[in-house]
Nanobody, 115 residues
Framework: QVQVVQSGGGFVQPGGSLRLSCVAS????????MGWYRQAPGKQRTLVAT???????HYADSVKGRFTISRDNAKNTAYLQMNNLKPEDTAVYFC?????????WGQGTQVTVSS
């Protein structure tokens, strides 16, 4: 079983930046698909960004050009750099690791963007 631990997040003013980190256990991290979803109050969980084992990335339209997903296989860590944050980015962000078709989820971290 893969354990996924998130860090980062918090409170930031509009236009600010935050970085989320996601550490996944296992010796084959380089083969995992990684990504983030987010869930705003009263809304469904939606995809934010993904990164494949080969480094290919995919972003939701709402975050393109502002968010960057990356990975450091030597540290078993994936990152989500979030720039030019907007109030509508406020949500709980969930990281996942996918060594196979089954995703393993992190504990979630709150991101609040407000003036």
């Amino acid at each position: 079983q893969v354990q996924v631990v998130q860090s980062g997040g918090g409170f930031v003013q509009p236009g600010g930046s935050l970085r989320l980190s996601c550490v996944a256990s296992g010796s084959a991290f380089n083969m995992y698909g990684m990504g983030w979803y987010r869930q705003a109050p009263g809304k469904q969980r939606t995809l934010v960004a993904t990164i494949g084992s080969g480094g290919s990335t995919h972003y939701a339209d709402s975050v393109k050009g502002r968010f960057t997903i990356s990975r450091d296989n030597a540290k078993n860590t994936a990152y989500l750099q979030m720039n030019n944050l907007k109030p509508e980015d406020t949500a709980v962000y969930f990281c996942y690791a996918r060594p196979t078709l089954t995703p393993y989820w992190g504990q979630g971290t709150q991101v609040t963007v407000s003036s």
